[in-house]
């Protein structure tokens, strides 16, 4: 028995019934693996299904204006890469009409498709023998064949990378690397691996040396930088000021409510202040505290503080932002914590406060 033998005997049998497996086509494929990039299978699915049915082809996402692509992505995160999903889709409309290339070098030079997504796409659409190597297939791999090195080093995923190579069977690569996700889905987990039901036990070294809870080994993450913020509420005749956030950079082009960093021996309201007047052209006065809220990002950890605020003076500077109606219908793509500030402030408004 072989790892491919085992692995896809069993991938017969249990494989997931997942909305983007109802086809091998490479564009569904690519939309998926780009959703599924930091966020659960679950999650996905009905983000999924929305997006291609507002967006069937690459065609139809091609012609789409970015802010209503945005939305469609609202509530995944990570926003840039839905940018690079749509500007990898307009690049394949417009350099191979409309198909996606099947040359692995044409894939990867694609924006947002590293190796991995290329793996995947070229092994499902195109039957290629390409290796699809996340962190599923690297904690798999690792107690496999019970790897000693830090998972997250370059030379351990290079070596998961040959040894997937090595083993995944030529005549159905799609299928290897479709096993190996549902397999570190289901019983090769990260706590606890379900070794009871996993059809590779008699060839896992890990497992023969009863060692696989303690691999992988990683080196610790960096916890995330502390950041203190302060944004503004500012009304106008139930009409709220919001701006854009800047093209580069987290939460690249979303929107907010300007907001800015309250550094040390600052207070909020002078921050606010300043801002207002030096980047909106507002004179403002700074009220009281109304909503706090905590959001964590890889690297960062934003505590943000929304606060009323009024006009005094000044006339708003047409380029740095826009009177929105939060009760127009319209929907923005909100920049994470200020969605959950402008939902609060449409129920207070609805309730009469
Ligand atoms: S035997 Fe256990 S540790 Fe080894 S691959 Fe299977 S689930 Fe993972």
Redesign the pocket.
Known sequence: MTIASALLDWYDQNARELPWRRDKDPYKIWVSEIMLQQTRVEAVKEYYERWIKRFPQPEDLARAAEQEVLGYWQGLGYYSRARNLLSGVREVCAVYGGKVPDEEKKVQALPGIGEYTAGAILSIAYNQRTPAVDGNVLR?FS??FCLQEDILKASTKRQVYLLVKEHMDPARPGDFNQALMD?GAM??VPKR???G?????SL?E??ARDV?DI?PLRTPKKAPVEVVLAAALLERKEVYLVRQRPDNGLLAGMWEFPAVEVLANTTAEDCLKTLLLNELGLEVSVGEREYYYVHTFSHRKWHISFYRCRQLSGRLKPEQGRWFRLESGEELPWAGPHRKAADALRCAMKNGF
Not at 197 to 201: A, I, M, R, V, W
Request: net charge positive; charged share 15%; hydrophobic share 35%.
């Open positions: 798999i107690r496999l397999l019983v090769c691996p379900r070794c039901e996993c059809p590779l036990t896992c890990a497992y696989q691999l």
